[in-house]
């Protein structure tokens, strides 16, 4: 089965860190462009960050350049998300999602999605 398991979100204070995971299961799924989009209360869902399948390509949206950080460790089917110098505004759900071209991506044209993991910095 092709899915996505996000984890390592949680309750951070402004300028912290986070380590965002997410483990791809199923052939197919494991050959994709990955990223991450957020989605804050009363908010539309946004593109964070996505990586092409050797990692050598990323893209990142502008408010998070800098500060987060994309990987992926294809031995492990696994896609890492390094959150640093965090503010509140960075807070809300995570969602790990997967398509087969990373332009398809980052338009929000999404395969497969992760069920989310929620993120919270205080100020």
């Known amino acids: 089965q092709e899915q996505l398991v996000e984890s390592g979100g949680g309750t951070v204070q402004a300028g912290g860190s986070l380590r965002l995971s997410c483990a791809a299961s199923?052939?197919?799924?494991?050959?994709?462009?990955m990223g991450w989009f957020r989605q804050a209360p009363g908010r539309e869902r946004e593109f964070v960050v996505g990586i092409i399948w050797s990692g050598v390509n990323t893209g990142y949206t502008d408010s998070v350049k800098g500060r987060f950080t994309i990987s992926r460790d294809n031995a492990k089917s696994t896609v890492y998300l390094q959150m640093n110098q965090l503010k509140p505004e960075d807070s809300g759900v995570y969602f790990c999602a997967a398509s087969a071209q990373a332009i398809h991506l980052m338009q929000g044209s999404v395969e497969y999605w992760g069920q989310g993991t929620q993120v919270t910095v205080s100020s």
């Open positions: 199923g052939r197919t799924i494991s050959t994709y462009a």
